[in-house]
């Protein structure tokens, strides 16, 4: 089945408007989706109609707004095929679920001199966290090296593991190149040591189908804005057997069993990594957004959105002067690119007011970037909603661009 | 000329354009125009970093006047510093310290210094108004 593009525009309804009097072309898809109707009218509707803390009341709209936000919770379950509901433990972001894997797991498994291995590829918020964890543990950090075009090497990685290396954290897709990890690989190989593996799945949840038993990750984690859904909600995947030998990284409400002065005992899974008042309007946003992109398929998302993509790497190959950063084999629909001799913030500077949205600098992967020895690319992040009409727009803005600075 | 007879002369200069494709190529004119800082200023020491670009700044008393020098790695920065350094360059401590920058505002490029564009302009100014704090203090 192909998609309906037009009509999938009427439903974003930001997507229609001008900017600098010209019609709005989004490319910072990999920054942050926009939204669909139907979550913008599901927050409004909880909050003019529903709004009341969870699993804390007796009263009638507690009991009803809990009810929904465990039902948020199956959805997402249902999606990524988590075994269990209560694998499913809800964050504000990918940024959270990362720190608090880091932190719980930190505490309880990593010692001085263990190892932890990341990619060349990670975006700050998989490299930071586990910095700090190494700082207080005294734990060294491991990097896989990458290839020209971009590809994580394989054979290197299965070289860093050792009887030291405690837990390996990847992301399944890179935010700076587009590139599509092979983690099924990559997990088998830590499991045949024991090594669990955790997935920073934020670039990777909207373009295919996710399925962590097949996967046999040990933690998936993504953020709902990038997935059409409301902003402030995350998710963290974890197997049962870490989630419930782990310590939890934050306490307060919710979270409890029994709070006596002399000690407390934790709730179970997931509300012991739930603690306070969860972002329980974003979460339903999150289910509503689930849908959406159900209704549409992902098979049938990934297939446009590699037609843009070879259509965009095609088009964007003829100019001149450009080339493109990031060549995997397997890419999703981010193409990062550099002019030579134009400086990309004096690009992107021009192709905003073209009315083209495109992501410029490090995108928060600096080591990546000195590595590829760039200061920064320009970056078009491509989403079922863009078309090739828009395509054509970035190119001729890029061509704008360099009659200007050549 | 005066601090704000610099302002009202830029002011009046970009008032001829109306399209924001003339404007940015004026900038990149003006890029071409500042003077190049000597090599030896740019450095770490006098580098501020912004996200998305860089700039080197470096500043020395001429009598009772501050002298600046700048350079970015991107164009339109670059001719956006050339813009403040003709502005503030030349004048005394005080001036600096005591004069508000609006010709940015008044020629539709104050966006340029917000903090979220982080190009390291907003930063070059901080540095520049310290120059004059410092110098200021010290005679």
């Known amino acids: ?406 | 000329m005066t601090l704000n007879e610099q302002q009202d002369e830029i002011i009046e200069e970009f008032s001829v354009f109306d399209d924001w494709m003339d404007k940015y190529n004026y900038l990149i004119d003006l890029s071409k125009d500042l003077p190049d800082i000597d090599p030896k200023y740019k450095t770490q020491k006098y580098l501020i970093e912004g996200c998305q670009s860089k700039v080197w700044l470096f500043a020395e008393m001429d009598n009772d006047k501050i002298k600046y020098y700048a350079d970015s790695d991107a164009i339109i920065t670059k001719g956006i510093a050339a813009l403040l350094v003709r502005v503030l360059s030349g004048q005394k401590p005080e001036n600096i310290m005591n004069n508000e920058l609006y010709f940015l505002d008044k020629i539709g490029l104050q966006q340029n210094l917000s903090p979220t564009r982080s190009n390291g302009l907003l930063a070059m100014v901080k540095q520049m108004k310290l120059y004059a704090i410092a110098y200021n203090a010290s005679r």
């Open chain 1, 1 to 406: 089945m192909s998609l309906d593009i037009k009509k999938i525009r009427n439903d974003f309804p930001i997507l229609n408007q001008q900017v600098y009097k010209k019609p709005l072309v989004y490319f910072d898809n990999g920054a942050t989706t926009q939204k669909p109707q139907v979550v913008i009218d599901e927050e409004a509707k909880i909050y003019s109609q529903e709004n009341s803390n969870i699993h804390r009341g007796v009263h009638y709209l507690s009991e009803q707004l809990t009810q929904r936000y465990e039902d948020a919770r199956k959805v997402v379950s249902e999606f990524i095929n988590s075994a269990h509901d209560y694998e499913v433990v809800f964050t504000s972001g990918t940024t959270e679920s990362i720190n608090a894997v880091a932190f719980s797991f930190g505490e309880k498994y990593i010692n001085e001199g263990d190892e932890i291995i990341i990619s060349s590829l990670e975006h700050h918020a998989n490299i930071v966290p586990w910095q700090m964890v190494c700082d207080r543990e005294k734990a060294v950090l491991k990097v896989i090296p990458i290839n020209d075009k971009g590809e994580l090497l394989l054979d290197e990685y299965q070289k860093l593991l050792s009887p030291k290396t405690k837990i390996v954290a990847v992301n399944h897709v890179s935010n700076a190149l587009g590139t599509v990890n092979d983690v099924k690989r990559m997990i088998d190989i830590a499991h045949q040591k024991d090594i669990p593996v955790l997935i920073d799945g934020a670039q990777s949840i909207q373009h295919s189908k996710i399925d962590v038993q097949e996967l046999d990750c040990d933690f998936y984690v993504f953020s709902g804005h990038k997935i059409y859904a409301p902003n402030g909600i995350g998710v963290l995947y974890g197997k049962e057997k870490w989630l419930n030998d782990m310590p939890p990284f934050m306490t307060g409400g919710e979270m409890i069993k029994k709070v006596t002065f002399e000690k407390t005992t934790f709730n179970e899974l997931p509300f012991k990594f739930e603690a306070g008042t969860p972002n329980y309007v974003a979460a339903i946003g999150l289910a509503t957004a689930i849908k959406y992109v159900q209704k549409l398929g992902l098979e049938n998302i990934a297939a446009y959105e590699k037609d843009l993509l070879e259509y965009a790497t095609k088009k964007l190959n003829t100019i001149d002067g450009l080339r493109i950063i990031g060549t995997a084999e397997n890419k999703i629909s981010v193409i990062s690119f550099v002019l030579e001799n134009i400086h990309h913030y004096d690009a992107g500077m021009i192709i905003d007011k073209m009315g083209v949205a495109v992501r410029t600098g490090h995108h928060c992967a600096e080591p990546l970037m000195d590595f590829l020895n760039i200061d920064g690319t320009l970056r078009a992040s491509f989403s079922f909603y863009n078309t090739k009409e828009e395509i054509d727009k970035l190119y001729d803005a890029i061509l704008t661009v360099k009659q200007m600075f050549s």
